[in-house]
T-cell receptor, first 108, second 115 residues
Framework: QKEVEQNSGPLSVPEGAIASLNCTYS??????FFWYRQYSGKSPELIMS????GDKEDGRFTAQLNKASQYVSLLIRDSQPSDSATYLC????????FGTGTRLQVFP | GAGVSQTPSNKVTEKGKYVELRCDPI?????LYWYRQSLGQGPEFLIY????????DSGLPNDRFFAVRPEGSVSTLKIQRTERGDSAVYLC?????????????FGPGTRLTVL
């Protein structure tokens, strides 16, 4: 089993819809969880961090963490074409372990 | 303030040559990380430093790869006898001292091409 699993996509959603991105991880010792957004040809950009079970909202983004199920998700409300990018889930103990990322396409 | 900077932005070299990649972290960040990213993959951890010492170098693929951070700020990733398979984007990230909540901020990367 890979340490971090994400559906590589592409996930295609229409503008204005909710995009749901999911991630499972294998290391029960992970304490921190991050979502990074990576535009093509650019470096990863931190968009959300979550450390405790439950939901964390920041603008149009909501991160959800379930440590018992080893599952973390990212919801993007009112998706915009500018949200089109690859989203990387990264659990962390000391170093970040990335999945392959999910490519999101938001079409007008 | 300034973010993480990396130089050069692009490096083309020939198989068998030696290369050095430089990373200048965010001022005050004590932790510094190197990752490598191949096309279609997420970044792959190589090594990280707390201060001047390498806290974890378990991701270095073999002994051709080496990294230093002599003064606890700038770091250099060194690759000897480069191979075509070393071609990738090398990313550097830094983080303030916090093992529990180590939000990492990435530089723009160095694209290495080995011919």
């Amino acid at each position: 089993q890979k340490e971090v699993e994400q559906n590589s996509g592409p996930l295609s959603v229409p503008e204005g819809a909710i995009a749901s991105l999911n991630c499972t991880y294998s290391d029960r010792g992970s304490q921190s969880f991050f979502w990074y957004r990576q535009y093509s040809g650019k470096s990863p950009e931190l968009i959300m961090s979550i450390y405790s079970n439950g939901d964390k909202e920041d603008g149009r983004f909501t991160a959800q963490l379930n440590k018992a199920s080893q599952y973390v998700s990212l919801l993007i409300r009112d998706s915009q074409p500018s949200d089109s990018a690859t989203y990387l889930c990264a659990p962390s103990t000391d170093k970040l372990i990335f999945g392959t990322g999910t490519r999101l396409q938001v079409f007008p | 303030g300034a973010g993480v900077s990396q130089t050069p932005s692009n490096k083309v070299t020939e198989k068998g040559k030696y290369v050095e990649l430089r990373c200048d972290p965010i001022s005050g960040h004590t932790a510094l990380y190197w990752y490598r990213q191949s096309l279609g993959q997420g970044p792959e951890f190589l090594i990280y430093f707390q201060g001047t010492g390498a806290a974890d170098d378990s991701g270095l693929p073999n002994d051709r790869f080496f990294a230093v951070r002599p003064e606890g700020s700038v770091s250099t990733l060194k690759i000897q006898r480069t191979e075509r398979g070393d071609s990738a984007v090398y990313l550097c990230a830094s983080s303030p001292l916090s093992l529990a909540h180590n939000e990492q901020f990435f530089g723009p990367g160095t694209r290495l091409t080995v011919l």
